[in-house]
């Protein structure tokens, strides 16, 4: 068992920046489907909800992307990013909200659960005295960029849903 | 997952195993920790009342304590099976080890929507193996590291 937050090897950077792509692959295959539901019933009805779902979705691959190249610079065995992705949209082909105020909320816990783990990632990292064959400044920079990214996605969800109170 | 729920982690699964309250010399060899450490830690889990110590018996902990550490094992659970049925590690149980400090509880809830977990998790974690129970793989108890 490793006591407090670090991260000390290639290894273990590669398998957390693995599920941060999972993560982003979660949230893009809901906003995906939530954005589907919604073109299929009352998408005329709410264009704000579908700028928001169709933003979230393509800044997630933006990240994933941003993820993945930070992986192939690391010296680790290739890993199956097609399976995952396979895997995530399957698991959430069926799930639809309920309502506008069920997307909203399901969208800000995505950007808030994505804004915690880069968050702890980032403080691990900061912890930690290991050499990595990434450039560690580099690292640190996609990752606190994504961070912001996700601050800002909070913000905006949150004062949609204020907005409609 | 934070120390403090590494700890009460740590401790329950002691004190399931002995079915008595954990002596402070195994939570510190579980942690692998130094006694002195594990004695500090214990110390600021019973202020903030998650713990009892009594002295030459061990840490027994509170009901709060318990709530804290079925989720902190839970947590753990779906750190185990996301690495084995989704990414398909081979050494789960180690790489587990490693990432537990850095995955959150509402991190490990996301995860947790694509592992297809039992619904008597926690309680399927098996401590002779440090593996949940229901994993569709074949382990045997490790053994300590020296």
Request: proline residues 3%.
């Amino acid at each position: 068992m490793s006591l407090g937050q670090q991260v000390g090897s290639d290894r273990q950077l590669a398998r957390l920046l693995q599920i941060g792509i999972v993560l982003e692959e979660v949230v893009e295959a809901r906003a995906s489907r939530h954005y589907q539901s919604l073109a299929e019933e009352d998408r005329t009805l709410d264009a704000e909800i579908e700028a928001l779902l169709e933003g979230a979705a393509e800044e997630s691959a933006d990240h994933r992307k941003r993820l993945e190249a930070l992986i192939e610079g690391l010296t680790v065995d290739s890993i199956p990013f097609d399976e995952i992705e396979t895997l995530v949209e399957a698991r959430y082909g069926q799930t639809k909200p309920e309502d506008f105020d069920g997307v909203l909320y399901d969208q800000l816990c995505n950007e808030e659960t994505a804004y915690k783990f880069y968050d702890d990632l980032i403080e691990a990292i900061e912890a930690s005295d290991a050499e990595f064959t990434v450039d560690r400044q580099r690292l640190l920079e996609v990752l606190r960029g994504l961070r912001e990214e996700e601050r800002d996605g909070v913000e905006e969800v949150t004062q949609i849903m204020e907005e409609r109170e | 997952m934070n120390t403090a729920n590494q700890y009460l982690k740590a401790i329950y699964l002691i004190q399931q195993q002995d079915n008595n309250p954990a002596a402070t010399g195994r939570v510190a060899d579980m942690l692998d920790v130094s006694p002195a450490s594990a004695n500090e830690m214990i110390g600021k889990l019973e202020d903030r009342g998650l713990a009892e110590h009594e002295k030459y018996k061990g840490v027994s902990l509170t009901d709060d304590g318990i709530v804290r550490a079925r989720d902190a094992l839970q947590t753990y659970c779906i750190i185990e099976r996301f690495l084995v049925n989704v990414l398909d590690v081979e050494n789960f149980r180690e790489e587990a080890r490693e990432l537990e400090s850095v995955i959150d509880g509402t991190v490990a809830e996301r995860l947790d929507t694509i592992i297809d977990r039992k619904p008597e998790c926690p309680d399927c974690f098996d401590p002779e193996l440090d593996a949940c129970a229901c994993l569709d793989v074949e382990l045997e108890a490790e053994q300590p590291a020296d």
